[in-house]
């Protein structure tokens, strides 16, 4: 299928590349400043709103999505750039194949909310488009999440996407506990739980994957960071359906990447 930033595929990479690409929602206090701002002047607000840009470069060994590796040969080198302001996002994407003829570009949107202490959501938008031996496709998808810090070192999150072309929809449950090893250095194991509603196949709907894997960061100053991290995804009834189906041998995943990101 396609790389998706309102779910990440190739890792939960609740470190790096969610804090990057999904803003926090604004507090309530801040929420409270800015209306006052407002009363006194209709663009004062804009000048209180935080601001972030990012851009990030990475490889990854394989193109895992959906438990799948969705390159069958070599993997991938890849760009974003995001920006956001209080809790809107907007970023872009882009991949290229090391192996095979293959490129893809995303172009997303995404808004954030606090709901409670510990509780977020985001709701967003995705148009992908994809080049692959010489000829052109596209999609577009909308997806919604929630994550909740449990504890300080446990957090739970659900994400659901849905894709217009495929006219199905994709679910991941997630439980990651990230830790503050040292000083700048943070590292997250997880594992998310995959289930397909005719995203990727049509013939079955159900369990699709089980993945693991570990996230890691190490931020070297205040604006750039490096990280990595290593997945193995358990391929489920979903995956051994279309085995069954078409004949291909799917079986499960082990990947791996590492990425560089730096602030503005």
């Known amino acids: 299928m396609s790389h ?15 804090s990057l690409a999904i803003p926090a929602a604004l507090s309530a206090q801040a929420v409270d400043e800015i209306e ?5 002047s ?5 000048n209180e709103m935080e601001t972030d840009a990012s851009a990030t470069f990475g490889w990854d060994s394989i193109y895992l999505a959906e438990g799948r590796d969705d390159l069958g ?13 209080g809790p809107v996002a907007l ?10 003829d293959y490129n893809e570009w995303n172009l997303f949107g995404e808004i954030a909310f606090e ?18 031996d010489g000829e052109k496709s596209d999609d577009s998808e909308v997806g919604v999440g929630v994550s909740y810090a449990i ?3 446990l957090e739970a999150s659900a994400d659901y996407v849905y894709s217009f072309e495929a006219e199905g929809s994709f679910v991941e449950v997630a439980i990651a506990a990230p830790y503050e090893i040292s000083e700048g250095f943070s590292v997250a194991p997880y594992a998310l ?10 013939e079955y709907d159900g369990w699709n994957h089980l993945q693991v894997g570990l996230d890691a960061e190490y931020l070297i100053s205040e604006r750039f960071a490096v990280g990595g991290y290593a997945a193995y995804a358990f391929a489920l009834r979903d995956i051994e359906k279309e085995e069954d189906t078409t004949g291909q041998e799917i079986g499960d995943q082990p990947a791996f990447g590492v990425y560089a990101s730096v602030g503005f």
């Open 73 to 85: 040969d070599g993997g991938l080198v890849y760009s974003e750039f995001t920006g956001s302001a």
């Open 4 to 18: 998706n930033p309102m779910k990440l595929k190739s890792s939960l990479n609740i470190i790096g590349a969610a």
């Open 115 to 132: 709901l409670t202490e510990g509780l977020e959501a985001y709701v967003g938008y995705t148009y992908l488009a994809f080049f692959e």
């Open 42 to 46: 209709p663009l004062a607000f804009l």
């Open 36 to 40: 006052e701002l407002e009363k006194g």
């Open 151 to 153: 504890t300080d070192y």
């Open 193 to 202: 739980l995959g289930i397909d509603f005719g995203y990727r196949t049509e």
């Open 91 to 100: 970023g872009t994407w882009y991949a290229d194949a090391t192996d095979v």
